[in-house]
Every structure is written in structure tokens, then in C-alpha cells.
Antibody, heavy 115, light 113 residues
Framework: QVQLQESGPGLVKPSETLSLTCTVS????????WSWIRQPPGKGLEWIGF???????SYNPSLKSRVTISVDTSKNQFSLKLTSVTAADTAVYYC?????????WGQGTTVTVSS | DIVMTQSPDSLAVSLGERATINCKSS????????????LAWYQHKPGQPPKLLIY???TRESGVPDRFSGSGSGTDFALTITSLQAEDVALYYC?????????FGQGTKVEIK
């Protein structure tokens, strides 16, 4: 059974870059699309973007200028970089598999933007 | 972007009674080439990741109790819980995966009356 685990700093300073990695275990990263989704405190789910195993990406236009998603198939990992963060980027960040909806989710990691 | 709008924002239902959540998309999510509605439903409990309940608008994910059912086509969809259990208290979201950006409804909170 495929499992996902997010890793990265839980605290990021304003104007800096948020970096998270998702490790895929129990299955191959190949032949799927892999997403990042976030939930700010008290708000709903927001799709950040996804990447295919061959590196094709799509980003939410609302974040596109600040987001980069990359994949490392040799490590079965994919990553998120979000630049120039502000307090509005404080959220629980989920990595997930995009397949007939989102069928596999990581547990989520809380990222707080604060000085 | 395809805007997903759920109604109501919250509802309180007695144990054993029916709960129905509606979801409307701003454009059709029915793909003509395969006649599938690219619409999913999720259950989200505090401290846990969302859980996929329904995909293709009406196909139950493996392991999901059969009291959960999805219906609808095109732009109008519904999630029905036929006999509400205490463990069904949660937020429920619809999501379209017809196109990008993927978009979610704002969520519906289901509580026990």
C-alpha cells in the first residue's frame, strides 16, 4: 500500500522560501501525478499544483509565480518550493497522489510563517 | 477555473437519519469521450488527512461503508449518508479533477442533532 510522508521545516521566516519533500513508499512514483495541497487555519483545501513522474507540471495560477514542484524518481520523492512566503502561507501542507481524485494523502505537515 | 459550490455550509442530522450535501460546478465536469464525471468527495476529520470517499461522482472507494453514496452528472452532484453514524461527524468536500487547477468546494460541516 502506497504511503506518503512530508518532511521539512515547520517554521519559515517571512520573505524566505518554504521547502518540503514528500517520500513515496510502498509503491513506485512512476506513472502517476503527485500533488501538493494545503489548508490554512480555519479555511478549506487549496490545490497548489502537481507533477508527473516525467516532470510535467501544473500550478495553481494564484501561486504560480512563487511555486516550483520537482521530482526525483531515483529517490521516489517529489518536492515543493514556495518563495517569498508571508503569514498567509501558514497552513497544513499535504502531499498526495492525483488519481481519480486524490486517492492517497500524506499525514500533513504544519508550516508556520513567522519571524 | 471551475468553481465548486457546496450547500449547505453545515447541517445537523439525528443519528440514523439521512444527510445530503450538494455540490455545484461552474462548468460541466462530464468528459464526453469517456462519459465520466470527474468529481470526487472527501471526508475530513480534525488531525487527519482527507479521505477519498467517492470518485467518478458515484463510485465508492474501497472500504467506504455503503451508507455513503454519490449521485449527479454534469454540474450538479450530491453526497448522501443514508443513516448517519457518530463517526460520520466531519467536514465533507467535493472536488473536480476534470481540469487544472483542481478545485474544491468550500466544505460542509456535518454534525449530530
Amino acid at each position: 500500500q502506497v504511503q506518503l510522508q512530508e518532511s521539512g521545516p515547520g517554521l519559515v521566516k517571512p520573505s524566505e522560501t518554504l521547502s518540503l519533500t514528500c517520500t513515496v513508499s510502498g509503491g513506485s512514483i512512476n506513472n502517476y501525478y503527485w500533488s501538493w495541497i494545503r489548508q490554512p487555519p480555519g479555511k478549506g483545501l487549496e490545490w497548489i499544483g502537481f507533477i508527473s513522474s516525467i516532470g510535467t507540471t501544473s500550478y495553481n495560477p494564484s501561486l504560480k509565480s512563487r511555486v516550483t514542484i520537482s521530482v526525483d524518481t531515483s529517490k521516489n520523492q517529489f518536492s515543493l518550493k514556495l518563495t517569498s512566503v508571508t503569514a498567509a502561507d501558514t497552513a497544513v501542507y499535504y502531499c498526495a497522489r492525483d488519481a481519480r481524485g486524490v486517492d492517497v494523502w500524506g499525514q500533513g505537515t504544519t508550516v508556520t510563517v513567522s519571524s | 477555473d471551475i468553481v465548486m459550490t457546496q450547500s449547505p455550509d453545515s447541517l445537523a442530522v439525528s443519528l440514523g437519519e439521512r444527510a445530503t450535501i450538494n455540490c455545484k460546478s461552474s462548468r460541466s465536469v462530464l468528459y464526453s469521450s469517456d462519459n465520466k464525471n470527474y468529481l470526487a468527495w472527501y471526508q475530513h476529520k480534525p488531525g487527519q488527512p482527507p479521505k477519498l470517499l467517492i470518485y467518478w461522482a458515484s463510485t465508492r472507494e474501497s472500504g467506504v461503508p455503503d451508507r455513503f453514496s454519490g449521485s449527479g452528472s454534469g454540474t450538479d452532484f450530491a453526497l448522501t449518508i443514508t443513516s448517519l453514524q457518530a463517526e460520520d461527524v466531519a467536514l465533507y468536500y467535493c472536488q473536480q479533477y476534470y481540469g487544472t487547477p483542481r478545485t474544491f468546494g468550500q466544505g460542509t460541516k456535518v454534525e449530530i442533532k
